[in-house]
């Protein structure tokens, strides 16, 4: 059975920081790419950043590059999203998620659609 569990979430003040993790199973790691999503209230999806386990190929959302850094475990089939000086604006549900990787053009979009598996979600509130 596939599985993505999140954990990590939180309340954070603005320039706070916050560490995301998500711990997968089921499938073969190394042909995944692993993504992180958000969705905010009355907002669609929107991918924050996706590395791809087997060559480290990694996209970061124009939104979030210098202050997110997404990094793999691979010893426990694991990514953590390190979020810095965090934004009342990046309060949202984090999910993260895993498509299989083609190729670094698989995943560059950062796009929803690509993906095959989805965790529950965790949410991030950040006060100003």
């Known amino acids: 059975e596939v599985q993505l569990v999140e954990s990590g979430g939180g309340m954070v003040q603005a320039g706070g920081s916050l560490r995301l993790s998500c711990a997968a199973s089921g499938f073969t790691f190394d042909d995944y790419a692993i993504g992180w999503f958000r969705q905010a209230p009355g907002k669609e999806r929107e991918g924050v950043s996706t590395?791809?386990?087997?060559?480290?190929?990694?996209y970061y959302a124009d939104s979030v590059k210098g202050r997110f850094t997404i990094v793999s475990d691979n010893a426990k089939n694991t990514v953590h999203l390190q979020m810095n000086n965090l934004k009342p604006e990046d309060t949202a549900v984090y999910y993260c998620?895993?498509?299989?990787?083609?190729?670094?053009?698989?995943?560059?979009?950062?796009?929803?659609?690509?993906?095959?598996?989805w965790g529950q979600g965790t949410q991030v509130l950040v006060s100003s």
């Open positions: 998620a895993a498509a299989p990787y083609y190729g670094p053009r698989s995943i560059a979009r950062l796009s929803h659609f690509e993906y095959d598996y």
């Open positions: 590395l791809s386990i087997s060559d480290g190929t990694l």
